[in-house]
């Protein structure tokens, strides 16, 4: 009566929630192996690279 709908998701589909697309273009774009030398420097490019997603780091969900 509110005109809401409710969509329930399979267990497992990671093609309908864009985090999981995010992190995939994440790690196979814009880190690399140098990023994973240890959790730290893991950790700060992450953090850079979530910080600027949509102005130096694009991704179009379509």
């Known amino acids: 009566e ?4 409710f969509c329930f998701l399979p267990p497992y ?7 999981e697309r995010l992190w995939r273009h994440c790690k ?4 690399t192996p140098t990023d994973y030398v240890c959790d730290r ?3 700060e490019r992450v953090a850079y690279v979530l910080k600027h997603v ?3 780091y694009t991704i179009i969900f379509g």
């Open 54 to 56: 949509g102005t130096e």
């Open 13 to 19: 589909s990671p093609e309908l929630n864009k985090i």
């Open 28 to 31: 196979q774009y814009w880190l």
């Open 2 to 5: 509110q005109g809401l709908t």
């Open 41 to 43: 420097t893991l950790a």
